[in-house]
């Protein structure tokens, strides 16, 4: 029983690598709001935004299960779901634990209103599974399916900041708006770096932007995503005593993206797009350690 949900997590939600991420994010989205507020973050505010969102990504990768089952079935027959590893209903049932869990967190810390904010995220997370009952519109329009499934991040996030302003002042501080926004946009990198592949990695079924826009135009949105995240996140840091520092590493770090761009524009080779998606989870990492948590460690 154990090792089938191990090697579940180890294909399609690696809990080191997807912990990884997610703890800094949400440290840094509690230390980022206590920052704006002139505090510090709790605890407790802490483990349980990290606890929250960490659920939450993990029921987005159940609902894809459910909403991509039939693809998987005839496009994706290796994967975990339609060769029998574990199913539906398990998955559906492993869903429902996590949401009982988040609930009984937000109650404990939060209370009612923090509750409220909980089942704002799931009902569009529910809204999101269900393709918003658009499902073929959407699918004929990539990119009002990237963002109405991006918005599910800055609703994450928001509900992360939440474990701090909304138990301490119950106000949310000004310019947290800034770091939402960042978020929408890291959304954006990190879904598209993970859907760029070279031309020998392409898959019967599956809808890269890479296979949908072509390999320039995807590598060009990317970069420029990038860009403005990097501005966006410059902005927020500025509110935190950190802009200079953070607009100095995300120039470096738009050289590196736009020379291993060109690169592989140049020379596609088999499993070279997976440096778009390493390249992502280091802006990732950049941004929320340079957001939230840099700035806290070296706050007088």
Known sequence: MLNR????????F????NGLLIGVFSFSAVSYSALLRGGVPSWDSSTVAFAIAFLFFLQ??????????????RFRPYRPVPRGLVSLRELGILGALTA???????????????????IG?????????????????LKAHPIIYLISHMMIMPLIYGLATACDWQVTTGVMPSGLGWFLAVSFFNGVVIEIGRKIRSPKDEEAGVDTYSYLWGRKWAVFVWLVVCTMMAVLSAIAANLVGFGLPLAIATGLMLGIS??????????PLPNSGKRFEYLS????LLIYLSLGIIPLLISP
């Open 100 to 118: 009982l869990i988040q609930g009984f967190l937000a109650l404990y810390l939060g209370g009612l209103t923090l509750g409220l904010f909980l």
């Open 281 to 284: 989870a280091i802006w990732t």
């Open 5 to 12: 949900w191990w090697t579940y997590q180890k294909e399609r």
């Open 258 to 267: 736009g020379t291993l761009a060109h690169r592989f524009l140049r020379s």
């Open 60 to 73: 987005l990768r159940i609902a894809d299960e459910f909403k991509d089952y039939e693809e998987d079935c």
């Open 14 to 17: 690696p809990i080191a690598a």
């Open 121 to 137: 995220v799931w009902l569009y997370l529910g809204l999101m599974s269900q393709e918003f009952f658009i499902r073929d519109w």
